[in-house]
């Protein structure tokens, strides 16, 4: 067993310091927005800046304000149905895809890989995409938004650059026990690699929470707007900008919760997705190679 | 010289010394690798139908593009737009702006999720490296438009710094009406919200390494440190070396959104980007050409740089884009 | 007692000023003293029998009976007064649905077809309007893309702009031309509005006389909404007056400074709440931010010599500590923040803003008040000629598209529109249907009636989040500009600004052609740049003064000559119409 010496002791006590200064420094603009959004709206107005604790008599009313809205839970349901289904095709396309290109000795792996470089450089612009989409019949579909997106090139370079660590004598022993390609993908590489699968996955999932571009642009109903999209607009509604731009003022106590309204829908859009990484970590586990290797 | 007919397929063969070889290379290849192929394919028609299919949007660059007309039936425009951008007194400080604050993240923002991934891997207790990430990932998902309000109170003349500057006997100032502090603002700030997220694929690169080298590195007698140095760094190394690629292909593009809720007049010299100059700009008239045409510079100076990067990497790691 | 003799003196040179302005058929810029002998509330001599015909139109060169306050003007007798009933109702026989395009969001319904005045609309016209939405913030992409795709409603209402004008969008074939219908007798009661007020008739079309769009017109001139306000409280503890001229406000900041330890002047330069819109002392050096009107010829305001002046005044102020020092980082929401909080003792503000401020003011300290003042005058016997101003024709516009002639509803569609610049048509649009919406009371005036206005407080909801239900706001018709309900102070303002001279403000209806917008706006985003930058610097001593002849050769250097040129040329056209 190896034993620890004097100096790495003391590094370890000032890494968990350290480690907890930085956690400290880091919850602040989320405990910010917390704080603000049950905080007394007129006392938000007016004092900005640093607050460690609601000002005044904690409110409620913000998230009523928000949650009242009637396309809040399909547009939740609408989202769950995005990520849901728009991470799980994500995930296999990208593995499928990067399993390959990690492969060694394929005659198109270089050309395929070309042009997936040139592509994340490269692109057409906002008009040839929606024409393209519409020419798809995609319109007004839910596929207008999981399919244009399906593969992120980011994610796909990540995901293959893992598979080539893993090494080529495991998947040589697995092709000699008469393993095909595919079992080899999730029987062996998928498991090998868990900690990243789950991170990409995970990066698919946030992106697809958050998207409302696309989503906004494809559909002429409100009953297919995912919640980023109904959340947008409530944020829209009550922003100073869209009051003063009519150059009016209102009198009644909604105007003084515009400010609330916007704490309160950043709790709101982010609060569920922020649930999953915790979820997420037990994949994070060191050493599954060796599993693999010996089984 | 005069050519031997009868000799005329020889000829050919000799000339083309590939062209048999390609097809049959690839015949082989085929018949080979046709099950990965196969998996390879949704891949390769996302890109094909979604990526290359709307391409030909580029050429708006080129063209005084009007919506009714179409993006090939609008006129052509030559590098119109391209001269406009470049005889701008402010091209030169836009483009410098832009590289400059990018640069610094590159080299500030880009180890230090690595190295904080490398504390928390050192963290034996379970319950307290997961509470850590947890917490440190969350900056993430705060909207930009709340970060800025709080970096913007927070750099006042009466904001958190400014006490700080008086408690310490300085004159309190107002940090982002003075030029020389708005890149360290940009980049701490980047590093704020970014610190934990980014780390995460590190945390998970390095769950890949194999103990056992863990256990060679002790019987050689390696410590902490130099197990880090010669047994962890190298496991991640191929994440690492990607990453830094894509990023320095990044280095022209910047987006808009953080720099105008962050920026003012008084800054313009360090703060005002080509990204928020193209904004500006479109205020006042929306111009697709102009706009596709700057970002069509980015694009290729980008471009250009993630192909040196991945040669020098390849060179140097052997990690390579392709 | 004085103060109510110059309040009632200060009433009436609104009304002379608005009168000579607006209503002299003249057409001469100058102040009201000319027109001395018009009777503000004269009723005109429009009759209008039960057929909605015309019978005789108004005397134009007696101008317009305007009144400010709204009680006054808005009874029942004087509301013929702004336009004609010409419209033959309904416009049409047969069903026919027209496609509108409209920006919304609204909490409180889920489309505008719920809203009152198009169910009376329908009713009244025989036409049906089929709404379609671009989505939230979305608008212009939204806007592109149906063009791109060839998605065309009937009528664009209040779109974004077309990439190089709406004049470019009638050469494209998307927008349709207006004025062939206009000849074709089509547009009566536009023809009267027109042919009786002057200053729509210039500012409705284009340079040659063209008419592309429908705009939003205002049947009382629209009142500035942007200008000076002052902490009338701490006045009164200090024993001061309200400030008229620059010494006295230097006076005031200092005291206020002293008493009070705050740097008590929120300057805005770059946004909108200040400088640029309301001309915050700069007024008082003969000179503007951007372009002005100076006489007829447009002249840029930093090369103007009031320009050094103000900024050598600016630089003493903040180096003195009576400036706000963020200034120049605050964001809308930190200017009023800082206002409400009470470290202000003067701010330019547009009354939008008031309602959040006053309310949090009251609630931190009970004596907070604003009081709205004059631009100050720099010296003796110097007269103001600039403020915030809207011209009558606004910049909200319809514009109708190609589809109409495809589907042969063009000239029903001009029917329709037209009504909603009849007096029955505007009234239906600005307050929405009588008896659902308002109702007349015994004394002429009149009061909403729309029953969720009622329980409103028990919804935590106001007027303007209640207004889409029953009345429009920014379309294309004849507004009544004060049918909506404001605060008090609001009337106080706008009285008081009002007062002073406008005529150095740039038009708002000039027009540019594609070519003459593309390189103007090109000269003028990096000339923008460039002076936001040094005026700051100038301002905050970050640059010394004595470099502003160089600030002068490098606008030079930037081409500023030609960006003037080209909008003095537009200046000059507009001038020039009829």
Redesign the interface.
Known sequence: M?M??RG?RI??YF??I???V??I??????W??AVASISDP?LV??????YLWPLGKATL?GYS?VLN?PNIVSGFLNTLFYVGVGTTLSM???I??A???S?K??????V?????????????????????V?N?GLMDSRWAVI?????NT?N???MR??F??VPDSLIESAKLDGA???RI?WVIAVP??Q??V??IA?FYA?GRWNEW?NP??F??SKNKYPLQ?IL???L??NS?????Q????????????R?LV??CT?MV??VP??LV??FL?RY???????GSLKG | MKINLSNKSQLQASYFPLSSNWRS??AK?WAK?W???L??L???L??L??????????I?AFKEFT?RKG?LGSPWAGFKYFQEFFTSPFAFRLIRNTVMINFWNLVFAFPLPII?AL??N??KNTF?K??????????Y???L???C??IV??T?SD??LGELTKMLGGAPKNLLSDPKYFRTIYVVSEL??R??WDS??F??????????LYDAA?VDGA??FKQVIYVTIPGIM??IA??LI?RV?SLMSLGFEKVILLYNPLIYETADVISSYVYRKGIVESN?SFA?AV??FN??V??IL?ILANKISAKMTE?S?? | MLKSLTKVLSIICVLLLLISLVGCSTGSQDTGTENDEVTPNEPGETQVDEKGEVVEGPNTNNGRPYNLKPVKWDSRDDRYLYGINATKLPVTDKPVTLVVWRAF???VMKGLDECEVFKELEKRTGVKVEF?YP????EA??F??RI??NDLPHMFSTPPEYPGGYRKAVEDGIYLELTPYYDKGLMPNIKWLRENYEEIDRDIVDDEGRMFYWPMIDIVPSHP?SGLWVRADWLEELGLDMPKTIADWDNMLRKMKEAKGVAPLALDITRWYGVKTNYMFIAAYDTGYDFINKNGKAVYGPLEPGFKDWLTKMNEWYKEGLIDPDFATRD???Y??NI??GKVGACGL???????IL??GR??DPDFSLKPVLQPTSYDGQVIHLRQNNSIVRGDRDFFTTRLVEDGLDEIAVKWKDYWYSQDGGDLCSRGPEGVSYRWKEDGSYEWIYPRLKD??KE??????LYPLFKL??WGYLRDSTA????PE?YECIELWSTQDASWVMPDNISFTPEESTEFNNIMVDIRTYVDEMTLKFIMGQEPLSKYDEFVTNLKNMNIDRATEIINAALQRYLARK
């Open positions: 190896y620890q010496t790495e590094f370890s890494n968990y350290l480690l907890f930085i956690c420094v880091t919850l602040y603009p989320l910010h927005v007129i107005f007016a004092k900005r800046g640093f009313k304000l809205n296999v396309v990208t499928l895809g399993y390959v290109l492969r000795g394929l005659y198109w792996n270089k395929v890989m070309g042009l997936i470089i040139f592509y994340m450089y490269f692109q057409g612009g906002l008009i040839p995409f929606f024409l393209m519409k798809m399919l244009p997106t399906v593969v980011w796909l370079i990540v650059t893992s080539t660590t095909s390609e595919w993908v090998v690699l900690a990243t789950a991170v995970l946030v571009f906004s642009l559909f002429t999209v947008r607009e409530i829209l509604k100073t900008q869209s009051m003063t009519i150059g009016v003022v209102g009198q009644s106590e909604q105007e003084s919760y400010l916007k704490y950043i859009a982010t997705i922020l990484y915790p970590q994070f586990i060191h050493g599954i190679m060796i | 290379m690839i290849d690798h099950p990965l192929y998996m390879l949704p891949t390769v996302y890109y139908i979604w990526g290359y299919g709307p391409m030909y949007g580029i708006i919506p993006i904080f504390l928390l050192e963290v307290y997961r509470t850590v990430q947890t917490i440190t990932y969350m900056p998902f705060v909207s438009v709340v970060v309000g709080i109170d927070f006042a904001g958190v704020w919200q610190l934990g995460i694929i945390l998970a690169a390095l769950t890949g390494i194999n103990p056992e002790i410590g902490k191929p994440t990607i990453l894509l292909g697709f596709t970002g069509l694009s290729v980008n471009f993630v990690v884009l392709w | 969001n609204s909490t379609v989505p939230v913030g979305q992409d939204n592109n893309l791109a795709t909404w809308p929401q930190s009023t923040a409400a909080n547009a009354y939008g803003e008031l309602g959040q309310e949090t609630s931190l409103r407080e935590g909801l106001d007027f303007w989040t706001h920014n909506y309900e404001f605060r609001v």
